[in-house]
């Protein structure tokens, strides 16, 4: 008797399951008193086991390095006990800011994949226009950039009503500007 061979996921689809396990994960603030857009998870790239997740905390810790990004990599170093994460990708809802895409280059990911852009995000708060990709080009360090991925399905965490009045709070006259564009 055959065996019925199972097919694979491609990386495309592994890259989009991870991709809205991370969306679903980060929308969950959109129901809670301090929403964010912003959240990112460590999965192992040899098996697709999730090591750690977590989401933006800059207003909540008073701490403008407390990215989402830089926060996942910090707790999954902490829980590794090693400043290395060779052989995990690190999935994101938006495109790493320059800080975040150079604590992914020290931590040694083997992958960054992302959903929304900086341009995406841009359009409602205030970013570094550096690509993760430009900063991975200036760096000596492998690392490979994808995406967006699941684009459209990211940036709904941005464009939220809750989190729409959050970043109003945020920088009142971007909120101020955005709406006079129409």
Same mark, same amino acid.
């Given at each position: $008797?055959?065996?019925?061979? @199972?097919?694979?996921?491609?990386?495309?689809?592994? !890259?989009?399951?991870?991709? #809205?396990? %991370?969306?679903?994960?980060?929308?969950?603030?959109?129901?809670?008193?301090?929403?964010?857009?912003?959240?990112?998870? @460590? @999965?192992?790239?040899?098996?697709?086991?999730?090591?750690?997740? #977590? %989401?933006?905390?800059? =207003?909540?810790?008073?701490?403008?390095?407390?990215? #989402?990004?830089?926060?996942?990599?910090?707790?999954?170093?902490?829980?590794?006990?090693?400043?290395?994460?060779?052989?995990?990708? &690190?999935?994101?809802?938006?495109?790493?800011?320059?800080?975040? $895409?150079?604590?992914?280059?020290?931590?040694?990911? !083997?992958?960054?994949?992302?959903?929304?852009?900086?341009? !995406?995000?841009?359009?409602?708060?205030?970013? %570094?226009? @550096? +690509?993760?990709?430009?900063?991975? =080009? =200036?760096? !000596? &360090?492998?690392?490979?950039?994808?995406?967006?991925?699941? =684009?459209?399905?990211?940036?709904?965490?941005?464009?939220?009503?809750? $989190?729409?009045?959050?970043?109003?709070?945020?920088?009142?006259?971007?909120?101020?500007?955005? +709406?006079?564009?129409?």
């Amino acid at each position: $008797m055959a065996s019925k061979s @199972i097919a694979q996921p491609t990386p495309q689809q592994v !890259d989009e399951r991870h991709m #809205a396990d %991370i969306v679903r994960f980060t929308a969950r603030t959109m129901e809670t008193a301090t929403p964010v857009p912003f959240g990112c998870s @460590i @999965i192992e790239t040899a098996t697709g086991k999730r090591l750690m997740r #977590a %989401i933006n905390a800059v =207003r909540k810790e008073n701490d403008p390095s407390s990215h #989402a990004e830089v926060r996942t990599v910090r707790l999954a170093c902490k829980k590794l006990k090693t400043p290395s994460l060779k052989g995990y990708t &690190m999935y994101t809802t938006c495109e790493p800011c320059p800080m975040c $895409m150079a604590n992914a280059l020290w931590a040694g990911l !083997d992958r960054v994949v992302y959903g929304a852009t900086i341009e !995406d995000a841009n359009r409602h708060c205030k970013q %570094i226009h @550096i +690509s993760a990709e430009e900063v991975n =080009r =200036r760096s !000596d &360090m492998p690392l490979v950039v994808t995406g967006p991925v699941l =684009r459209e399905e990211a940036y709904k965490l941005f464009t939220h009503p809750n $989190m729409l009045a959050v970043f109003a709070t945020w920088n009142p006259k971007k909120s101020e500007l955005e +709406s006079a564009k129409g």
